[in-house]
């Protein structure tokens, strides 16, 4: 299939926010392309974990019962400081089952689902910069096999990931004043591998048996094989000094003998990840950044599949007539997320504090009340529908939050000088 030259919305990035994207506006009626840099089926770095919300979304794109069909899981089961707990997930407004789905198999899926909707596929093309005609986008250029290829569009959704190529060429900078996330993620065989729960270790060790301000995680895939990964929170101030591919090793021999692993761990991948919306410069006149490119990730738990198939899906929305971006996108995404990621952000800061997590760490995990609490508002496993206690303390906190931000979440581009760009 040739190269395509122009089309009505360009989305660079097949992650599951592009296509989501791309599926949605194909579904609009738009003409639409889909281009990433990998040929797929390709790798990411992830958890794999499906929480509830994320389960809720691939059911709006008629993929309920695909990822059913690949296991569930009935909540959490968290660890740490001497107790075990299985939490299930809350339900209300949500589904009240989670997934997990290697990204291999579910961002090609994602991706299909756009295609079958009438999105034409551009693969091995690295979008490198863009062309202009005035402040507005007119053109993405291509690195591809066969030279320079340039796409000319009405409309242009970023998705292109946490390090965000085109977002650097559009202007989005990196706040690292915010906390953010430093992970990794392997895989290995396990006899438990169709657990119907998800494990996290609150309480995790590097190996000088120091306790970190972050997890280790087991997400069981129902097919033979466990995601096993660790997870630290840092600031810019308290930056995270681990190695990871060590600190995963250690994990796993932590988790062997009761998760029955077998072999080594495998396909061993990193990643470093803004989180709670903190990058300016997320959107201009006729383009916009979504999902992870947007510091679109939960930062009590690192998930950002959830949101990238919301912002993929309203963003589709946005893109059917010329009003101006530029203030739409940021106003929308502080509208839908800014209360949550305001306070989790601050949350996030205080457990990269030396001292704190294995002080507070014993006495949350002693109280199934508080843990179940927490699962849910750290999960972000709160919608608008939903108009119980929790919920509401939860929104209530979130605005008083936002309303103290000297930095809030997808702030404007010249709110202050930035501290990094990624």
């Known amino acids: 299939m040739s190269t395509p030259t122009r089309t009505d919305v360009l989305v660079v990035g097949a992650g599951p926010a592009g296509s989501a994207a791309a599926a949605w506006a194909a579904d609009a009626g738009h003409d639409v392309v889909l281009a990433d840099a990998a040929v797929f089926p390709r790798d990411k770095a992830c958890g794999d974990g499906l929480t509830p919300r994320a389960i809720a979304e691939l059911e709006h794109l008629g993929l309920g019962d695909w990822v059913r069909g690949r296991g569930q899981n009935r909540g959490l089961r968290a660890a740490g400081f001497g107790q075990l707990l299985a ?9 009240a089952h989670g997934g997990a789905v290697a990204r291999t198999e579910l961002d090609a899926r994602i991706r299909t689902v756009a295609l079958e909707r009438g999105a034409q596929p551009v693969e091995g093309a690295r979008a490198v910069d863009v062309e202009r005609d005035g402040d507005r986008v007119s053109g993405v250029v291509f690195d591809t096999d066969d030279g320079p290829r340039t796409i000319a569009c009405r409309r242009l959704v970023v998705a292109d990931g946490a390090r965000s190529t085109l977002g650097r060429v559009l202007g989005r900078v990196w706040h690292r004043d915010t906390a953010y996330g430093v992970a990794a993620r392997a895989y290995v065989r396990s006899g438990r591998h169709d657990d119907e729960w998800i494990s996290s270790h609150l309480e995790l060790r590097g190996t000088d048996d120091e306790v970190l301000s972050g997890y280790g995680w087991v997400f069981p895939l129902h097919d033979g094989h466990v995601n096993i990964g660790v997870g630290t929170l840092a600031t810019e101030a308290r930056p995270a000094n681990v190695r990871l591919r060590s600190l995963i090793a ?6 062997r003998e009761d998760w029955q692993l077998e072999g080594e761990v495998r396909d061993v991948a990193s990643a470093l990840l803004p989180m709670g919306g903190a990058v300016s410069g997320v959107s201009g006149p006729n383009w916009a950044l979504v999902g992870d490119a947007a510091g679109l990730v939960n930062p009590l738990n690192g998930e950002g ?8 899906r309203t963003i589709a929305g946005l893109l059917g007539d010329d009003d101006d971006l530029s203030l739409a996108w940021p106003a929308t995404l502080r509208r ?6 305001s306070i989790a952000r601050r949350l996030a800061g205080l457990l990269t504090v030396p001292r704190l997590l294995p002080l507070a760490g014993p006495v949350g995990m002693r109280s199934r009340m508080l843990m179940t609490v927490a699962l849910r508002v750290m999960g972000n496993l709160v919608t608008e529908e939903d108009a119980d206690l929790v919920a509401r303390a939860w929104r209530g906190a979130g605005r008083a939050s936002l309303r103290a931000d000297e930095l809030p979440p997808f702030p404007a581009a010249d709110l202050r000088t930035p501290l990094a760009a990624s």
């Open 305 to 312: 599949i959830d949101y990238g198939l919301e912002s993929g």
């Open 87 to 95: 939490l299930p997930w809350p339900g209300g407004s949500l589904p």
């Open 336 to 341: 839908q997320y800014g209360s949550a990621f």
């Open 250 to 255: 250690h994990y796993a021999e932590q988790r």
